[in-house]
């Protein structure tokens, strides 16, 4: 989607490397979610974040979202196999309701060599 | 367990025929919807429901219909496919759509060939 950028859109690290993935909008975010998804399966949610500022961890993979909320990065400690993957941003703009939906980035494909 | 289950995981059909791609949830959401994933366009959304009986299209809604008789259940129906519909498909539930606090939770996926 236009509205949501991912960069990198592929990534190669050595296993035991750091590495970070960002999502940038071009407005300011409601909410953003963070997704991986193993090649040819269901994306899996990893974290949600909504607050300007806000940092959530999950085992080795950190995401924040940076004060003016429109740009969240993912970043992975110490990769591993297990982290290889697509990983994808999805957003939304604003909250009446239910009225908006999730928009998706385009994704980004980890690779981690052993 | 909470889940979102597709069927079937893998489908090779021929053009023209019609098929159906079931999804059911057992969250008790409202809303779902389905995605098409294609190599660099990311994940398109086809079509979405709001609530039983309450369906509407997303951005690439050709080709398919849904029907929402049931709250757990939304299947995606192709009644003539065409190669172009050749693509990986995805069912998602949510309590929103805005996806509150845990987002969309996915289905496995339904990888669809047409020839």
């Known amino acids: 989607s236009q509205e949501l950028e991912q960069s990198p859109q592929s990534l190669i690290v050595q296993e035991g490397k750091n590495l970070t993935i960002n999502c940038t909008s071009s407005k300011t975010l409601y909410g953003l979610y963070w997704y991986k998804q193993k090649y040819g399966e269901g994306l899996i949610f990893l974290m949600m974040l909504q607050k300007g500022g806000e940092e959530k961890s999950h085992e080795k993979i950190t995401a924040k979202l940076d004060e003016k909320k429109q740009q969240s990065s993912l970043h992975i400690t110490a990769s591993q196999p297990s982290h290889a993957g697509i990983y994808l941003c999805g957003a939304h703009w604003s909250y009446s309701g239910s009225a908006r939906q999730l928009t998706f980035g385009s994704g980004t494909q980890l690779t981690v060599l052993p | 367990e909470a889940q979102v289950t597709q069927n079937p995981r893998y489908l090779i059909t021929v053009t023209g025929k019609k098929l159906t791609v079931t999804c059911s949830q057992n969250m008790n959401h409202e809303y779902m919807s389905w995605y098409r994933q294609d190599p660099g366009l990311g994940l398109r959304q086809i079509y979405y429901?709001?609530?039983?009986?309450?369906?509407d299209k997303g951005d690439v809604p050709e080709g398919y219909k849904v029907s929402r008789k049931e709250k757990r259940n939304f299947p995606l129906i192709l009644e003539s496919p065409s190669p172009n519909q050749t693509s990986l498909y995805f069912c998602a539930s949510s309590l929103s759509r805005a996806g509150g606090n845990y987002g969309y939770t996915f289905g496995s996926g339904t990888r669809l060939t047409v020839v």
């Open positions: 429901s709001m609530n039983v009986e309450v369906t």
